[in-house]
């Protein structure tokens, strides 16, 4: 079954590094060549993950190392690719699959939803599903309303899934080796604009374990929850709120169910205020739950303000580039919003 959510604050092990310095697509790259390595059952297949190396070139490589029976390219049909994995991982296989475009996840939902999240509870644990979906999600590069949605709060409804949107390089390899790991359905949401972003990632192989909640930036007057591209945002607005002498903190969920709460408890019984910001709609948003988490907790009687929540436009995302800008959370809405706050204008 689905493993009891993991609630504690303690930081992984130190992972032995040497400052290398990588993408997060080749961090991508990195922890699926290292899985399939270390475990014959890890194969990769998709639409055009195999010559074409992926549609965002993360898979470049692998079909030249791994050959052609563990890197599959597919036909266009998200549906079979989800009924495919689900089908390998129930028969002792571990498989990763790639959906291009987080918005065709939708042609897959009768399998991932119906079937693949289901199984271990009614044969009551005895069929295992370990399965990674992989999928980019996000705003940010002109392609429009059919290939720039945020969907996660979909999943994360669904009883048997487990979500995972890692922010950073680092993160991103300890988190997608700890899901092919996992023997649970998990949806892996990765974001097209942090393909490129660097960071420190070290060549060991190594696993984050999932639900955990990491502080990305420590401070006392306000705690910022951000996932996914929301992070470096909430970062890059926490630099120029430090020109003025106010401090933020930022909690990063990392995955968002099972969801860890404690960190984020902790940081808002410190700082006594508290802004959620993701890039997906607000309705019905991840948002919406961090919030009832938060004021259910031991954290409401600390709260000196409401909290805010900081999202995408209920709206398709734009063609236009400054209006597709306009429709989610920028780095100058995070420092607006914190700073009034801080300030106690709501």
């Known amino acids: 079954m689905l493993e009891q959510q993991t609630l504690t604050a303690t930081p992984p092990a130190p992972i032995e590094t040497t400052g290398r310095e990588i993408t997060y697509a080749q961090a991508v ?3 699926m060549r290292q899985a399939m390595q270390a475990d014959e059952r890890v194969f990769l297949f998709g ?3 195999g010559v074409y190396g992926g549609a965002f070139g993360v898979s470049d490589g692998l ?11 597919t036909p266009i049909s998200e549906a079979v690719i989800a009924g495919t994995a689900i089908g390998a991982a129930a ?3 571990r498989p990763i699959a790639e959906i291009q475009f987080m918005d065709f996840i939708t042609l897959s939902m009768e399998q991932l939803v119906l079937q693949g999240a289901k199984m271990r509870f009614m044969f009551g644990g005895k069929a295992k599903v370990p399965l990674v979906l992989r999928t980019p999600a996000g705003s940010g590069t002109g392609a429009a309303a059919q290939h720039s949605e945020s969907l996660e709060a979909w999943f994360v409804h669904v009883p048997g899934l487990k979500v995972v949107m890692p922010a950073t390089p680092y993160d991103v390899k300890g988190l997608l080796l700890a899901s092919i790991e996992d023997d649970n359905p998990v949806i892996f949401v990765e974001n097209k604009l942090l393909y490129k972003t660097k960071g420190v990632v070290p060549e060991a192989y190594y696993t984050i ?8 930036r ?3 007057d306000l705690t910022v929850i951000a996932y996914s591209i929301m992070v470096s945002r909430a970062l890059e607005a926490a630099a120029e709120l430090a020109k003025e002498g106010l401090e933020i903190e930022i909690v990063d969920p990392r995955t968002l169910k099972p969801f860890d709460p404690t960190p984020m408890i902790q940081s808002v019984k410190k700082t006594g205020k508290a802004l959620v910001v993701h890039e997906a709609p607000m309705t019905g948003g991840f948002g919406g739950e961090v919030v009832a ?5 031991e954290a409401f009687d600390y709260l000196d303000a409401p909290v805010r929540r900081l999202a995408g436009l209920d709206i398709p995302i734009p063609y236009n580039r400054e209006l597709e800008r306009r429709t989610v959370p920028q ?11 801080i300030k106690g204008e709501y």
């Open 29 to 31: 790259r990195e922890a």
């Open 47 to 49: 639409e055009d993950v």
């Open 63 to 73: 079909l030249e190392e791994f050959g052609p029976e563990r890197v599959r390219d």
């Open 91 to 93: 028969t002792g296989m």
């Open 209 to 216: 374990p999932l639900s955990q909640s990491d502080i990305k």
């Open 218 to 220: 420590e401070g006392a």
């Open 293 to 297: 988490q938060l004021v259910g907790s």
């Open 331 to 341: 780095v100058d809405d995070i420092v607006r919003e914190a700073r009034a706050l």
